[in-house]
């Protein structure tokens, strides 16, 4: 009875301790751990569903076994009864080991003990396995988190009510503020814009209707001084939180504002006087123009253009002439109001605008001419520039607009009348008339002609007869003429001035060159003619242009001529640099070119300058010759000349003679040669020939 006592009891035990193990394994079954029970040769006993789908095999397939047949599902179950620690009492991080998923993708596990080592190796003994893969994502998410808070971008976190809970580095950076002293505080009233009520509110306004504000802010930093940033600002919702926080991103532009404001002053302010330039003299009077107040109202533009400041920089450097337009560009300011622009636009150019004259035309020009008469009073008044002492003056247009006139007319037609100005004689002011319009517009008209006048082959030369006191022909002057398809035969002075102004001077004073040097070539054979030299005029803005000697070597070696039948007249105005000057007359020389100095008396040349340079003839100016014979100063001039030149070893000639009487005065005075009206005008090559032919 005992003996089924204790059987009964043996059973009723066994029972409960099935019950347990069921129940225990409900239990891993619900916990979400995987757990298994494994023999000790090995074989599978039990395996809950989660550890069935991490291994990724069903249960059939390994419950009674060793190991499942699917060759990952075998992998994994090795895996995983190697991993099992060799002493539960450990527990580290050597227990964590991976498993593979279907996509190939490892899965790191952790082992635990289920029980206490007191019953390892008990029929209990169950491995646990726990699935780490979240908590290492989430380890991962808030490393990531803590990098980007390390970011050189500022950033800041803050509550619902807008009160900063942490900052990062670069935040305090760009605002001053240390974290301690930010945490609390509220992000918009007392760092980002504590001042600009303004752009608060539209803040609010955006960050309450779309969740979010972006844009640029200028603030200052704890100390004072100023930044410049971009400012993204988020509302974020949490998912666990019925509230939202705040995440400010703020990155400092303050460099990248700085030098776009460089750019910006590059662009639209002279570096020299740091006044504006014509880009921007052109905005401002865009500006004036598009919003003026009061329609009828007058402004006014002066053009000024500085008196003598080419010759103070070829002469005396740029570093002077820089000191000068710096101090001319004060006394502009100074002479004007605040309001009025002073702008420089070119060289030594500048322009004034005057806004809001009379509405009353005659007011508004008096207005202007008083301002206008008080800058040339300013600019006349000597220059202090380091050592020197220098005067220059200027001319000065002024054009009187409306507000609906053009940007571009309104300078234009200042700068058309201060042409005109410059005209009249230094130090003078000349208000715009639309006549000046209409001669600028005929200046231009004639620019763009002779453009094409060289390819339409309407240039032409004649030849003007320079005698000898035998009265035989020496030589002749080459003089250009345009015929002109409408206007008939043009002279220089017709066209000269727009030829310079254009530089088309240079390539049709190379054509004539050519000219010449092709008629010497013909003349070569003849007896009547080989002996005729050709006097080519050269103007000064071809002999300083860089390819001249090259040009003129070029020139006379391909044409074959003798280069002493060809002379070139220079005139004083070119003798500005007087070594380089030389330094090419010398270099033309080699080839047996002569020089003959042309207009001379009407410039300024010093007779040291003279000596220095090469030159084979003066050729006394045609006003000295006109005028000899009745005004007794100019008879002394041209004795004078004459004498000075005989001493110097050169040859004179008297251009523009035109009575017997000054020709024989010339002779009295030792003048060898002659030109002029009294023996021939300037012929077409046909006539000239019949001329020489005739009187030789
Ligand atoms: P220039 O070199 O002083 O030439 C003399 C000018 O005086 C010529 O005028 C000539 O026709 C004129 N003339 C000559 N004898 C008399 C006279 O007895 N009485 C008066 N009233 N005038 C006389 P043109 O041909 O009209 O040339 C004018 C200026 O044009 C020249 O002055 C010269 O500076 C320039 N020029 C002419 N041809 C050329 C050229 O091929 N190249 C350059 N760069 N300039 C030229
Ligand atoms: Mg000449
Ligand atoms: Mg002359």
Redesign the pocket.
């Known amino acids: 009875m005992n003996e089924i006592n204790s059987i009964n009891s043996d059973n009723h035990l066994l029972d409960e301790v099935v019950s347990l193990e069921h129940q225990v394994e409900d239990l891993f079954e619900l916990s979400g751990l995987g757990a298994y029970r494994v023999s000790e040769d090995g074989t599978c006993l039990s395996i809950n569903s989660q550890a069935l789908k991490w291994i990724g095999c069903s249960r059939e397939s390994i419950i009674g076994r060793k190991s499942p047949a699917s060759p990952i599902a075998n992998t994994n179950w090795q895996i995983l009864k190697n991993s099992q620690p060799p002493n539960s009492n450990e527990d580290s991080e050597e227990h964590i080991f991976g498993l593979i998923d279907k996509g190939g993708q490892q899965r790191f596990f952790h082992f635990l003990n289920a029980f206490p080592p007191s019953e390892q190796h008990s029929s209990h003994e169950r491995s646990i396995i726990f699935d780490l893969s979240e908590y290492r994502q989430q380890a991962e998410r808030q490393r990531i988190s803590s990098i980007v808070f390390e970011s050189k971008m500022g950033i800041c976190v803050a509550d619902s009510n807008g009160l900063i809970i942490e900052a990062n580095a670069a935040f305090s950076k760009i605002t001053g503020y240390s974290a301690h002293e930010l945490r609390g505080k509220s992000f918009d009233f007392s760092v980002l814009l504590p001042g600009n009520t303004a752009l608060k509110s539209k803040v609010q306004k955006s960050l309450a209707n779309k969740g979010e504000w972006e844009g640029e802010i200028r603030e200052h930093r704890k100390d004072g001084s100023s930044f410049t940033a971009w400012v993204n600002i988020s509302a974020v919702p949490m998912k666990h939180d019925s509230q939202s926080y705040y995440v400010l991103c703020v990155y400092d532009i303050t460099a990248n504002k700085t030098s776009q404001e460089e750019i910006h002053n590059l662009a639209y302010f002279d570096s020299l006087t740091q006044l504006p330039n014509r880009r921007k003299l052109n905005e401002t009077l865009s500006n004036i123009l598009s919003t003026t107040p009061r329609p009828d109202s007058h402004g006014a533009a002066l053009f000024i253009d500085l008196n003598k400041f080419k010759s103070l920089n070829d002469t005396r450097g740029h570093r002077v002439g820089d000191m000068l337009l710096i101090e001319v560009g004060h006394r502009l300011q100074n002479t004007v109001r605040a309001v009025d622009t002073v702008a420089r636009v070119g060289g030594d150019e500048f322009v004034v605008l005057l806004e809001d004259l009379s509405e009353d035309m005659p007011k508004a020009t008096h207005e202007a001419n008083k301002i206008g008469t008080k800058i040339l009073k300013a600019l006349a008044r000597p220059f202090k520039l380091g050592e020197i002492q220098f005067t220059c003056g200027a001319s000065i247009g002024i054009n009187i607009f409306g507000y609906d006139d053009l940007v571009h007319d309104v300078i234009q037609h200042a700068d058309m009348a201060m042409y005109e100005a410059k005209k009249n004689g230094r130090n003078s002011l000349c208000f715009y008339n639309p006549e000046m319009k209409a001669s600028a517009t005929a200046h231009a008209n004639l620019e763009q002609e002779l453009g094409l006048a060289l390819e339409l082959e309407q240039l032409a030369?004649?030849f003007?007869p320079q005698l000898n006191s035998k009265d035989e022909i020496y030589s002749a002057?080459?003089?250009?003429r345009w015929k002109h398809a409408t206007r008939g035969i043009l002279?220089?002075?017709e066209f000269?001035s727009v030829a310079e102004e254009s530089g088309l001077?240079v390539p049709?004073?190379f054509w004539?060159i050519k000219e010449a040097c092709k008629q010497i070539r013909q003349w070569t054979t003849d007896p009547l003619f080989s002996k005729i030299k050709l006097a080519?005029?050269?103007?000064a803005r071809?002999f300083q242009d860089p390819g001249f000697v090259k040009k003129i070597f070029q020139i006379v070696q391909t044409s074959g001529i003798n280069g002493s039948m060809l002379i070139l007249?220079l005139t004083e105005s070119m003798m500005h640099d007087i070594n380089q000057v030389r330094e090419k007359m010398e270099k033309i020389r080699e080839l047996g070119i002569l020089f003959s100095l042309?207009?001379f008396g009407t410039g300024y040349s010093s007779l040291s300058s003279l000596i220095q340079l090469p030159i084979n003839q003066l050729k006394i100016d045609?006003m000295f010759v006109k005028n000899m014979v009745a005004n007794s100063g100019d008879a002394i001039v041209v004795k004078t000349i004459i004498a000075m030149a005989k001493s110097l070893g050169i040859n004179v000639i008297a251009?523009?003679?035109?009575t017997q009487q000054a020709r024989s005065l010339l002779h009295e005075m030792g003048c060898s040669l002659y030109?002029?009206?009294?023996f021939s005008?300037?012929l077409p090559t046909q006539d000239f020939e019949n001329f020489v032919k005739h009187r030789n």
Do not use: C, H
């Open positions: 030369v004649f003007q002057e080459v003089l250009l002279k220089p002075n000269i001077i049709i004073g004539v080519v005029n050269v103007s071809q007249e042309d207009d045609q251009e523009g003679l035109e030109q002029g009206y009294l005008q300037a």
